[in-house]
């Protein structure tokens, strides 16, 4: 798995778009870039995963750029239920590896 | 959607003491997963498992620690004798395979919190 390296934390308030960037300069060829959230004392949930350019599902969107050393997590208007810990993995066998350390994001009212 | 379940939700046990942890992955998975979660820590990779074998073990899954997948629904894991230090959140995750060998999405269950006294 590539070394990623994230932002410690982030805070925010409701409604506002959070972007979150995870930096993965030795990203290999075949590499995916993956993102869980995880909340409180409960197991880590998927949330989007790309290859390049942008991909969008019902939560979020990721931004990759072309050169695809880095990524960008991005929630639109979130809520005070979106506060938890989102971890970027990138690689092929993600689940054969440790988490990161995750970015904590804070949602405040 | 899906969900992976485990029990119990929280095992309280003596040092020493053997215990086993149970998990039911999603039903038309194939790969099957041990992670924990130290608290305040990171999640850490123990074992993955497929096709009844163990496909790889980080050097935290050591001879204290096994797997076993005893009748096509449950996952377990064992640890014989545990350790103070053992005390974490065990979460298990299945995948449903993989695509060319890339990474897959991985489902995780809620955890049992392991407290060793």
């Known amino acids: 798995l590539a070394k990623t390296t994230q932002p410690i934390s982030m805070d925010s308030y409701e409604g506002q778009e959070v972007n979150i960037t995870c930096s993965h300069n030795?990203?290999?060829?075949?590499?995916?870039i993956t993102w869980y959230q995880q909340f409180p004392s409960q197991g880590p949930r998927f949330i989007i995963q790309?290859?390049?350019t942008k991909v969008t599902n019902e939560v979020a969107s990721l931004f990759i750029p072309a050169d695809r050393k880095s990524s960008t997590l991005s929630l639109p208007r979130v809520s005070l239920s979106d506060t938890a810990v989102y971890y970027c993995?990138?690689?092929?066998?993600?689940?054969?590896?440790?988490f990161g350390d995750g970015t904590t994001l804070t949602v405040k009212p | 959607e899906p969900e992976v379940t485990q029990t119990p939700s929280h095992q309280v046990t003596q040092m020493g003491q053997e215990v086993i942890l149970r998990c039911v992955p999603i039903s038309n998975h194939l790969y099957f997963y041990w992670y924990r979660q130290i608290l305040g820590q990171k999640v850490e990779f123990l074992v993955s498992f497929y096709n009844n074998e163990i496909s790889e073990k980080s050097e935290i899954f050591d001879d204290q620690f096994s797997v076993e997948r005893p009748d096509g629904s449950n996952f377990t894991l064992k640890i014989r004798s545990t350790k103070l230090e053992d005390s974490a959140m065990y979460f298990c995750?299945?995948?449903?395979?993989?695509?060319?060998?890339?990474?897959?999405?991985?489902?995780f269950g809620s955890g049992t919190q392991l407290s060793v006294l």
């Open positions: 993995l990138v690689g092929r066998e993600a689940g054969k590896s440790t």
């Open positions: 030795n990203i290999a060829t075949n590499d995916y």
């Open positions: 790309g290859y390049k």
């Open positions: 995750a299945s995948m449903v395979g993989k695509r060319q060998g890339l990474s897959e999405k991985l489902f």
